[in-house]
């Protein structure tokens, strides 16, 4: 049986902030830029922490 390891507070900041971001009917101007730092932070985090 393998551990899945539970990520990091910051991680799961990262995560709950793209959920939520994700999940808003009225997207700000600035969506794309917004989701594509919290993707590229979520990455440095998951590799960083080795999930």
Not at 1 to 11: A, F, G, N
Not at 19 to 26: A, F, K, P, Q, S
Not at 32 to 46: A, F, G, M, P
Request: proline content about 6%.
């Amino acid at each position: 049986m393998k551990h899945i390891k539970t990520p990091s507070p910051e991680l799961q900041e990262i995560n709950d902030k793209i959920y939520d971001l994700v999940r808003r009917c009225d997207k700000p101007d600035d969506y794309d830029q917004k989701l594509d730092e919290l993707l590229k932070r979520q990455k440095e985090l998951i590799e960083k922490e080795g999930l």
